[in-house]
């Protein structure tokens, strides 16, 4: 069991922890899907916190063998889901500036040419 001071200790971390997250999000330094995400996972460490057995009674009813199976599976699959996430919104960045960088150098190229016939009507 977990000692009362240090359980206060961690709630405390974890509320300034969910702070954290709503500054982040006005500032608009997180987008809302990822502020449900974590802040579903600070909420789930709380509970996890204040019910003494939460953790091994999930465990025992999904069937782990022990709670620390439990812990570690569902982290490998919610690291897995951050990544597929990320990579996502990465190649999401890279296909919008592909479509930039084509229509930059389009521009560049009209820009050019309207300055080419500019000069060849100076001339004349």
């Known amino acids: 069991m977990i000692q009362t001071s240090l359980k206060i200790a961690l709630i405390v971390v974890l509320l300034i ?31 996890a916190l204040l019910a003494p057995n939460f953790i091994e009674n999930a465990s025992n009813f999904l069937g782990f063998g022990l709670p620390i199976n439990m812990i570690f599976s569902i982290a490998i699959f919610i690291i897995l889901y951050l990544i597929f996430d990320l990579t996502k919104l990465i190649t999401k960045e890279q ?20 300055e080419n016939k500019n000069t060849k009507k100076s001339e004349d």
């Open 95 to 114: 296909n919008k500036n592909v479509l930039l960088i084509q229509e930059i150098s389009l521009l560049k190229k009209r820009v050019e040419e309207l």
């Open 17 to 47: 922890y969910l702070l954290c997250i709503l500054r982040a999000v006005k500032r608009k330094n997180m987008r809302i899907n990822y502020l449900i995400f974590w802040s579903v996972m600070g909420i789930i460490l709380i509970i």
